[in-house]
C-alpha cells in the first residue's frame, strides 16, 4: 500500500499528512490527526455525520479521497470555537436549543450548518432545511436543531 | 403558587457542551494500547446446515490473535425466547447469523482473516413471510425449542393472554 503525503490547511493551521493513499480525508482526521469529533455512521455518504467544510463547503470526509485534499483549507468541528475556548454561536445555540441529544450527529449538523451561515448569515427557514438535509438525526426530531440554526443566525455577526 | 426551582424552568443539560466541540467520547473514538480489533463472520444463507468450518488458514494469519466459532464457546442462548447461540455451529436461519469472530491487531487484519475461513453450507429452504411462515408446510424455522422438545410449527404458543381493542 502506497503511502501519499498531504499538505493542507486544518483548522487554520498549516499541516502535512502521510497516509495510504486510499485513504479518505475522515479516516486521516480520525485516525492521523485524532480529531474524532467526525464521526462514521454509515461509511458511504449518506448520514452526513462525516461532515466537515473543505474550501468553505460542506463535504462528506468518509468518501473524500485523500490526495484530493492537497492545499486546501479544511475545517472540523474542533476548529469552531475561537482560540480562547469560547464556543462559536452555533454551538451555544445547539446548548441552549437542547439541539443535542446523543451528540453523534451533532458535529456534523453544525459543520453543515455553519458552511450555510458562512455564506448565507440570514437565512429562511427552507435554506436552513436544505443545508442539513444530507444530516440524519435518530434523537432529535430536527425542531430543535433548526431552531438553534436561527438563533445562531440571529447572534452571529 | 411559589416560583418552583426546577418545575416549568429550562434546565441545561451537563454533558453536552463535549458534544458540540469533538470532545465527547464514542465506542469508536477509544484506542487503548494493546487493543484488538474484532470482526463478525456472518451467515450467507438465509437458511442453511453448517457441514464444516475451517479456521486453520484464519488462525495462521500474522496479527490473528483468536478465532471462535460456535464449537469453542459454552452452549449459553440469548434472546427473548432463548433461540439464539452467540456464535451458530449447526443451523443458521438468517442472513447475518453469526457463524465466526475474529480478534486481531488491526482491523484490517480482523478483516482479512473473516475472508480466510472457509465455511461449508447446505442450504435448505427458507420462509420469509409471516403469512407463509404460518401455513402447515412451511419451512420450521426451528426444529426443537430451546429445551430439545420438538416444534411442529412456527407459531409459538407463548403463555400469555392478549387483551386488543376491537377493530372497526
Known amino acids: 500500500m502506497k503511502n501519499v503525503s498531504v499538505s493542507f490547511t486544518l483548522n487554520g493551521d498549516p499541516v502535512t499528512a502521510e497516509v495510504p493513499a486510499t485513504w479518505t480525508l475522515l479516516k486521516t482526521v480520525r485516525e492521523y490527526f485524532e480529531l474524532t469529533g467526525a464521526k462514521e455512521g454509515c461509511g458511504s455518504g449518506e448520514c452526513g455525520c462525516c461532515t466537515v467544510i473543505v ?6 470526509s468518509c468518501l473524500y479521497p485523500i490526495p484530493e485534499i492537497e492545499g486546501r483549507s479544511v475545517t472540523t468541528i474542533e476548529g469552531i470555537a475561537n482560540k480562547e475556548g469560547t464556543l462559536h454561536p452555533l454551538q451555544k445555540a445547539f446548548l441552549e436549543n437542547n439541539g443535542v441529544q446523543c451528540g453523534f450527529c451533532t458535529s456534523g449538523m453544525i459543520m453543515s450548518a455553519k458552511a450555510l451561515l458562512d455564506e448565507n448569515p440570514d437565512p429562511a427557514e427552507e435554506d436552513i432545511r436544505t443545508s442539513i438535509s444530507g444530516n440524519f438525526c435518530r434523537c432529535t426530531g430536527y425542531v430543535q436543531i433548526i431552531e438553534a440554526v436561527q438563533m445562531a443566525a440571529k447572534t452571529n455577526p | 403558587m411559589s416560583d418552583y426551582l426546577y418545575v416549568g424552568k429550562s434546565i441545561p443539560r451537563t454533558i453536552e457542551t463535549d458534544k458540540v466541540t469533538g470532545r465527547a467520547v464514542y465506542m469508536n473514538d477509544l484506542k487503548r494500547p494493546g487493543m484488538l480489533y474484532g470482526k463478525i463472520l456472518y451467515s450467507r444463507y438465509a437458511h442453511a446446515r453448517i457441514k464444516r468450518i475451517d479456521v486453520s488458514k484464519a488462525k495462521k494469519l500474522q496479527g490473528v490473535r483468536a478465532v471462535l466459532t ?39 487484519i480482523a478483516e482479512e482473516a473473516i475472508h480466510l475461513i472457509d465455511v461449508e453450507y447446505e442450504e435448505i429452504p427458507a420462509v420469509f413471510d409471516p403469512l407463509e411462515a404460518m401455513k402447515e408446510d412451511a419451512p420450521l424455522v426451528h426444529e426443537v425449542d430451546a429445551r430439545g422438545r420438538p416444534i411442529r410449527s412456527n407459531i409459538l404458543p407463548l403463555p400469555w393472554k392478549f387483551l386488543a381493542a376491537e377493530t372497526m
Request: proline share 4%; glycine share 6%; aromatic share 4%.
Open chain 1, 55 to 60: 474550501d468553505g463547503d460542506a463535504v462528506s
Open chain 2, 70 to 108: 460456535g464449537h469453542d464457546i459454552p452452549d449459553v442462548r440469548v434472546g427473548f425466547i432463548k433461540d439464539q447461540r452467540v456464535l451458530k455451529k449447526d443451523v443458521v436461519r438468517q442472513f447475518r447469523d453469526e457463524v465466526a469472530a475474529v480478534a486481531a491487531i488491526s482491523p484490517e
